[in-house]
């Protein structure tokens, strides 16, 4: 089974513009994050993906295996797809660029979870990992997910789910860290398929795979991300880096 991993680079950003290109403690996010990826070692390859030149030319100039994307996308699937169409590959994991502080032991779960999965019935892997405090449950940027029996994912939503109408019963609230691992089967689907209506009602791209009925499963991690989406984050993750 083939496995790499594939880092859907933006340049622009709402929030924070240019962020993969701020420095870390001397190299840049997006490079700390492509070399993180490759020193986990779980994957055959490792390519970063992106519409920009400037951080084409920022993998290119360190070494690193890199990608223009051709086409403009609304999703990173939708620009790891384009860029792995013609990859002879099984499965594709993506890591998201402004996470240079890998989570290796969920990676490597969602890798593990693949090779065991002799009958196929994994179509997509992603992770998640219990929140307790009310703020954070009930914050619309925390994706929330509801799985069955087996941690299968049932629903992905902005909202508080599921609805805590009982109390103490024993729910658990998950949060969704976007670490998705693929079969690249599921992948050129979802690239060919046509957005509906929960996806574009919540703006999230994974329910576009619940509702052509992709499985998708979820693996639980105790480790929230540590993502740069804000220049309050960024001095955060200097801190951490020169902590470690």
Do not use: C, W
């Not at 998201?96 to 997509?124: R, T, Y």
Request: glycine share 4%; proline share 3%; net charge negative.
């Amino acid at each position: 089974m083939k496995i790499i991993a594939v880092i859907p680079a933006r340049y622009a950003s709402t929030r924070f513009p240019a962020k993969l290109m701020q420095d870390l403690g001397g190299k840049t996010v997006i490079l700390r994050t492509y070399e993180a990826a490759k020193n986990t070692q779980l994957f055959d390859d490792v390519f970063v993906v992106t519409d920009s030149e400037i951080i084409f030319k920022e993998i290119e100039s360190n070494g690193g295996k890199v990608i223009m994307s051709i086409k403009e996308h609304e999703s990173g699937s939708d620009r790891i797809a384009e860029a792995v169409e013609n990859m002879d590959v099984d499965v594709v994991v993506n890591v998201q660029g402004d996470e240079p502080f890998i989570n290796k032991e969920a990676l490597e779960s969602l890798v593990n979870a693949f090779k065991a999965d002799v009958e196929n019935k994994i179509d997509l892997g992603s992770v998640m990992y219990q929140i307790t405090d009310k703020e954070e449950i009930d914050n619309p940027n925390n994706v929330k997910v509801v799985v069955d029996y087996h941690n299968f994912a049932l629903y992905f939503s902005r909202s508080v789910i599921p609805f805590p109408r009982e109390e103490n019963v024993g729910v658990r609230y998950m949060k969704h860290i976007g670490i998705y691992a693929f079969r690249k089967s599921a992948l050129m689907d979802f690239y060919k398929l046509p957005m509906k209506s929960l996806e574009a009602s919540e703006k999230l791209e994974q329910l576009r795979y619940l509702e052509y009925g992709k499985r998708i499963k979820m693996i639980e991690t105790d480790k929230g991300s540590i993502g740069i989406d804000t220049p309050e984050d960024l001095e955060k993750a200097k801190k951490m880096l020169t902590s470690m």
